[in-house]
């Protein structure tokens, strides 16, 4: 009589994380590439183009790992914009808008609201892409406070997606990697947070609903 097959396994369902490390630019600070197009287009400059020129130079790289101070990323940033505007322009422009990002809140209400649902359920992290002394400038803005621990790429001389970052955020919170959750809009810092062991989300300000969801799934927040 041949014998009976063996039954299929259980599915394990991972403990509830501890910790949920969040980006800070374009997660809980609006930073979106519509907004930055929106502006281009009031001082003339090609769709993407002011977006690149904070993003796609590599003063940007350098910058993050503190490897160049605020003033020369600054000069790169106008000398970017500077061709395809005239410089006097370029400078104006980038004044411009750093007096309406300065508008902007700290954090956006809706992300307020979700790390006040979090407080007490779990360690809470910000894991942010920024140049040397944002921390303390975060501290100022009164953003830190919000949190349990607070790193800046370049405070400690490390980006992500570098895997000693992501860890070294958790090794401060306590935590270790696998009980952490991780939420950044950009997907190769997801991926980067999924290869040392942590659940990510992938988020944008307009699928709050799949942050929630997110957020249950891991165990951060109830049902």
């Given amino acids: 009589m041949p014998a009976s097959p063996s039954p299929a396994p259980l599915p394990v369902t991972p ?10 630019g374009g997660v809980l600070r609006r930073e979106d590439p519509a907004d930055f197009d929106a502006f281009a287009r009031e001082v003339g400059l090609p769709p993407g183009w002011l977006w690149a020129a904070f993003h796609d130079i590599p003063e940007y790289a350098l910058s993050r790992t503190g490897r160049l101070d605020a003033a020369g990323y600054r000069a790169a940033v106008v000398a970017a914009l500077a061709r395809v505007l005239p410089a006097d322009r370029a400078e104006a422009a980038l004044d411009a808008w750093e007096a309406l990002r300065r508008a902007d809140a700290p954090v956006e209400p809706a992300m307020r609201d979700v790390l006040d649902r979090l407080r007490g359920r779990v360690r809470l992290g910000l894991l942010s892409n920024a140049g040397a002394g944002a921390r303390t400038r975060l501290e100022t803005l009164g953003v830190a406070a919000l949190f349990d621990d607070v790193v800046t790429s370049g405070d400690v001389g490390r980006a992500k997606p570098d895997p000693a970052i992501f860890r070294l955020a958790a090794d401060r919170l306590g935590v270790p990697p696998a009980a952490c959750a991780f939420v950044d809009d950009t997907p190769r810092h997801v991926e980067g947070a999924r290869a ?6 992938h988020h944008h300000r307009t699928r709050m609903a799949d942050l929630i969801a997110f957020l249950r799934e891991v165990g951060a927040l109830a049902p």
């Fill in 15 to 24: 403990p509830p994380v501890a910790a949920v490390i969040f980006d800070y």
């Fill in 196 to 201: 040392v062991g942590m659940r990510a989300h």
